[in-house]
């Protein structure tokens, strides 16, 4: 095997495979099988604060329909639910980081703008390597600008970078106006990381039934071509290093996402669909492609296809079929 050893957040990690934030990292058990099965790191599931107040919502729920609470006991509720699920969360990042070698990256989502501090403190404190701040949010407020939604995200940066030293990174979505030019502002703040990009959940319409359902939970390959062209184009453009997340399914999808500039690929849907052998596939598949190319190591190919280094930009930047697809059948 050649040395697929790579950066990232100022991590060292033995290779560019990254457990993404799932169901798949929400338990020690878990993470010391998949530092078994080859991760070169882990994003721990998210702590959500929306997740958090629901469920103190329900308990106070539950209490007032029983029987008479005093106002205090709602006080201590309110701080016991809260505090619970945070030392569950602690805990795991805490039992984690003494199970295994391999980084281990908390990622929280906060609704309430002071939240994304506290959280971020506690999460420190309890040893987790770097932080990933889950910013996904649907821009359907149409009162809500893009300068508007831009300068939020880096209120968020800035408070929380304040609060803590252990690397950051950001988890974005897709759907954001002027892209480029939101990446850029994201860098500068001083991020050490952005992550190209959190998949949604999706919603679907159920016929039969005539109701709203659940759409695909999970990402297919063809789903990696939008990734693969915003990490090529903001490859080069920031000093932070790039995650790319969403649709890398196997070896060669994991080589083009490095070639276009990614330090690391995030990968979630594809060990859901194959299994937990499918990182030790895409390693050996990458060291593969690395000997008959003879690369010694990743920095010396990373990169080298994004748009400022493929010697072909504007295909980076093509969105129309026009005439060489005329004939598409
Ligand atoms: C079941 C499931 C749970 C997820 N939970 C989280 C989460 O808690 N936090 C988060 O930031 N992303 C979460 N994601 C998104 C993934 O981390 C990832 O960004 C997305 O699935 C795209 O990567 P993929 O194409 O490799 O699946 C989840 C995805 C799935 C499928």
Same mark, same amino acid.
């Given at each position: 095997m050649n040395d697929l050893s790579t950066n990232y957040l100022g991590l060292q990690l033995k290779n560019p495979i990254v457990v993404g +934030? /799932? @169901? #798949?990292? *929400? /338990?020690v058990e878990k993470i010391i099988h998949l530092e078994a099965m080859g991760a070169g790191a882990v994003v721990l599931k998210s702590l959500f604060e929306e997740e958090i107040i629901m469920d103190m919502e329900e308990t106070i729920y539950t209490m007032t329909n029983q029987h008479f609470v005093f106002p205090e006991t709602m006080d201590y509720m309110e701080t016991v639910v809260k505090e619970d699920i945070l030392t569950d969360y602690l805990e795991l990042i805490t039992e984690a980081k003494k199970a295994v070698k391999i980084p281990v990256i908390a990622s929280i989502n906060c609704v +309430? /703008?002071?939240k994304w501090t506290y959280f971020a403190k506690e999460i420190e404190k309890a040893g987790a390597d770097a932080l990933e701040l889950n #910013? $996904? $949010?649907? &821009? /359907? *407020? !149409? =009162? =809500? @600008?893009a300068r508007e939604i831009a300068d939020a995200t880096l209120e968020i940066i800035s408070k929380v970078k304040g609060s803590i030293r252990i690397p950051i990174a950001l988890k974005i979505s897709a $759907?954001? +106006? !002027?892209l480029i030019g939101y990446v850029e502002q994201i860098d500068q703040a001083g991020v050490e990381g952005i992550v190209l990009f959190n998949r949604s959940w999706l919603p679907d319409i159920d016929i039969n039934h005539l109701v709203v359902s659940s759409g695909f939970v999970l990402s297919n390959p063809s789903e990696s071509g939008n990734t693969l062209r915003w990490v090529s184009m903001v490859s080069g453009r920031v000093n932070c290093d790039i995650a790319a997340s969403t649709g890398v399914h196997d070896g060669p999808g994991l080589i083009k996402q490095l070639l276009a500039g990614a330090q690391v690929c995030q990968i979630v849907s594809t060990l859901y669909i194959n299994d937990l052998s499918q990182i030790l596939k895409m390693t050996n598949a990458l060291s593969e492609w690395m000997t008959l190319h003879n690369f010694k190591s990743i920095g010396e190919f =990373? @990169? =080298? #296809?994004s748009q400022a280094n493929s @010697?072909? &930009?504007a295909a980076w930047e093509r969105v129309q079929f026009m005439k060489h697809f005329r004939d598409f059948v």
């Open positions: +934030s /799932s @169901g #798949l990292t *929400d /338990s +309430s /703008s002071q #910013l $996904f $949010f649907l &821009p /359907s *407020d !149409n =009162r =809500r @600008g $759907f954001q +106006s !002027n =990373r @990169g =080298r #296809l @010697g072909n &930009p």
